[in-house]
């Protein structure tokens, strides 16, 4: 099981930090700290509000680490900008048509994109979209398994943020159609970990619980670990 710490940005800046505001220097701290992998969100960008896209490139190329894009990238031009900047894995809006999908799992390959289920209530549930979709995440998850993609970031939206602990039962039922799943929203402590490891969960992305102290990235590896 990997675990990917989070890095959100919001101008310029690393959101929720109280304490460090370069993103840069919060990716280098984790990678100091043992994490293979971050996960970066330009909230600005994922939020239609504005981008980071020198944050962007700065921690991309300086990080030292892995590290795997989100929120909610569906341009086909972005991703491919994202990965010639240096993302090891983007992920892609799970609104995405089935078109756009097939298209960047020719072009990139699949080790190289990951797909967002974001869920409320049992339907998908696209970030920004004001009503879920007629479709429930086990049947999108069977639609992209059948495209051929291998990795979902599963995030419960009513969760994510809330620290209420991730769906990890909603996540295992996607992971039991073959996909690796990585759980996204609500971890907040170390039995959450536990939980998604004990599992067989592909990873879990942690960002609040982290800002906050409530464990610590070193004590967050050793947990996945064992």
Not at 86 to 109: C, F, I, K, M, P
Not at 136 to 147: F, H, K, N
Not at 193 to 218: K, N, Q, S
Request: with cysteine.
């Amino acid at each position: 099981m990997e675990l990917y710490p989070a890095v959100d940005v919001r101008g310029g800046r690393v959101a929720r930090s109280v304490s460090v505001e370069d993103p840069l220097s919060v990716a280098r701290q984790f990678a100091r700290d043992g994490a293979r992998w971050v996960h970066f969100v330009d909230l600005d960008r994922a939020h239609g509000t504005g981008e980071n896209d020198g944050v962007t490139r700065r921690v991309l190329s300086g990080s030292r680490v892995w590290v795997q894009v989100g929120g909610g990238v569906t341009s086909e031009t972005t991703i491919a900008e994202l990965i010639a900047w240096g993302a090891t894995r983007v992920v892609v809006g799970g609104q995405a048509e089935s078109g756009v999908v097939d298209r960047l799992l020719a072009r990139h390959g699949a080790e190289r994109l990951a797909v967002g289920i974001d869920a409320r209530d049992g339907r998908v549930a696209p970030r920004g979209a004001s009503v879920s979709l007629a479709l429930t995440p086990l049947e999108l998850a069977r639609r992209l398994r059948a495209q051929g993609a291998r990795t979902v970031v599963y995030t419960d939206a009513t969760r994510d943020g809330a620290l209420s602990g991730p769906d990890v039962d909603g996540a295992a039922a996607i992971a039991a159609l073959g996909l690796d799943v990585i759980a996204s929203g609500g971890v907040a402590s170390l039995d959450d970990l536990r939980r998604v490891r004990d599992a067989g969960l592909a990873g879990a992305i942690v960002g609040r619980a982290l800002h906050e102290g409530r464990f610590t990235l070193v004590e967050a590896l050793a947990c996945v670990a064992g």
